[in-house]
């Protein structure tokens, strides 16, 4: 089983920055790929970023030039540095991992999420 808990969200003025940190704990053997998922109110739950094991990434192109994934791969930890954020990017905001587990069996694991608002 693989536990992730995220934290850093928060309320920011539109043109402010946060920083999420997520980090991934449990029987963990090798984490393929560790992500950023957003839901909005109302709306699906869309990828913001994420991040291969050999540092290949995809942006939403929403986000792109704003926010930077990044990974402490000995930590097991996905960063994402939220930048000239907009009133548009407030939502909740879910961690993702996917690899495989000591046992061999893969996972697919989810944050409990952490609430991002930007306001005035």
């Known amino acids: 089983q693989v536990q992730l808990v995220e934290s850093g969200g928060g309320l920011v003025q539109p043109g402010g920055s946060l920083r999420l940190s997520c980090s991934a704990s449990g029987s963990i053997f090798r984490i393929y790929v560790m992500g950023w998922y957003r839901q909005a109110p109302g709306k699906q739950r869309e990828l913001v970023a994420s991040?291969?094991?050999?540092?290949?990434?995809n942006y939403a192109d929403s986000v792109k030039d704003r926010f930077t994934i990044s990974r402490d791969n000995a930590k097991n930890t996905v960063y994402l540095q939220m930048n000239s954020l907009r009133p548009e990017d407030t939502a909740v905001y879910y961690c993702n991992a996917r690899g495989e587990q000591i046992s061999t069996r893969g996972f697919d694991s989810w944050g409990q999420g952490t609430q991002v608002t930007v306001s005035s």
């Open positions: 991040m291969a094991s050999g540092r290949s990434t």
